[in-house]
């Protein structure tokens, strides 16, 4: 076959890809379902239009106490508040099977990577946020016994109007070696810059990390499971690019880091930082910011094809600019599955502490000292 030939077929190749991922799902609708189908919403119990819920501030509300055994597949919010940061101030947390801590903690929007407060549309394969406003999940989410769903508004103006649809599958029972759904947020607002003085990129370079010392911590679980991935939003507090930090996992116990990457844009499957917006099945950057103080950016990576096993334990983090060097506010929420019981989760920050704010950490564009 000549050169060109099989350049024609690696295009026809590529080509068909996304119809020959898209094949895998509509070949299993040809295959009868041995489950039934359910919803948890906030219909009208009455039969009118008022599909909805007021909450007010320092409540906690069940949004379904579903029996198992069972699934949930897809999760829709949509939510009426003129309270800024409601998507910081209202907390979801998913408990499995009666458990007395939830599996699932995070602030609403950071559940659906909106982890600056603020709205941002993008599409990938486990979540994303439609117009006008809306929050979709499809991570699947089995139970053998029960799944309680629960918000608390932690803010001060009532929600007008909180819609919502959980569908959800009845199952007979659950395959062997199911592993439960969890989902944690973390920040660090601000990161704990280098001591030594820098004016750019280039002189943090001479500095070296080979074991992950002062990282930023995206997860840190115990038992045996899989990392699936992770939404991370940042707001700068300095100039010049945020990125440049590698990755760093470290499994069952491990002093030193199995895996370890060439930089945050690489690990988010970008490069030379990013420079314009993206958003792919399992990797992107839907918001691209300048490189100044107070810029935003989110980005994601979802290892749905390549998740990270771990037997014992996994430590999940990143540089926050390579060796540490920088002081930006991270906002991220893991993604993993694993056997229950799952390890104790960081307690949660203060509402006031989650939301976005720059920070007097010095450094170029930062008039802190």
């Known amino acids: 076959m000549t050169r060109l030939k099989i350049a024609a077929a690696l295009c026809l190749f590529l080509a068909a890809a996304p119809l020959l991922y898209s094949q895998a799902p509509l070949e299993e609708l040809s295959r009868l379902k041995d489950y039934s189908a359910a919803r948890a919403g906030s219909w009208d119990r009455t039969g009118g239009n008022a599909d909805s819920l007021r909450i007010q501030p320092g409540e906690t509300v069940t949004l379904a106490d579903q029996p198992g055994p069972g699934a949930i597949t897809h999760m829709w919010i949509t939510i009426a508040s003129g309270e800024p940061y409601h998507l910081k101030k209202l907390v979801l947390r998913i408990y499995w099977d009666g458990e007395a801590t939830p599996s699932v903690e995070t602030p609403v929007g950071d559940f659906f990577g909106m982890g600056l407060g603020e709205y941002i549309e993008y599409q990938s394969l486990p979540l994303n946020v439609a117009p006008l406003r809306s929050l979709n999940s499809y991570w699947y989410m089995p139970f053998a016994r029960s ?14 109007a909180f819609y919502y649809n959980f569908d959800l599958r009845k199952l007979k029972s659950l395959p062997p070696g199911t592993a439960y759904f969890h989902a944690q947020y973390r920040q660090a607002s601000p990161n704990k810059g280098g001591s030594e003085p820098w004016n750019a990129n280039p002189d943090a370079n001479k500095l070296k990390n ?26 700068q507090n300095q100039d010049f690019w945020w990125g440049e930090g590698d990755e760093m996992v470290f499994i069952d116990g491990a002093t030193t880091p199995q895996i370890i990457g060439t930089g945050s844009e690489d690990y988010y499957t970008g490069s030379w930082d990013f420079q314009k917006p993206f958003s792919y099945l399992y990797t992107g950057a839907p918001l691209v910011g300048v490189e100044r103080a107070g810029s935003r950016s989110f980005v994601y990576r979802f290892h749905i094809p390549d998740p990270i096993p771990f037997e014992k334990s996994i430590k ?20 993993w599955y694993q056997s229950e019981p799952h390890g104790a989760f960081p307690k949660l920050p203060a509402v006031n502490d989650r939301l976005p704010r720059l920070h007097a950490t010095g450094g170029p564009g930062n008039a802190g000292k």
């Open 210 to 235: 080979p074991n992950g010392e002062g990282n930023y911590v995206m997860l840190e679980a115990t038992g045996r499971g899989h990392f699936v991935g992770v939404t991370h939003s940042v707001l």
């Open 316 to 335: 999940m983090t990143m540089e926050h600019g390579h060796a540490n060097h920088r002081a930006d506010n991270w906002f991220t929420v893991a993604y």
């Open 147 to 160: 799944a309680k769903i629960t918000v608390t508004h932690e803010g001060l103006q009532p929600v007008g």
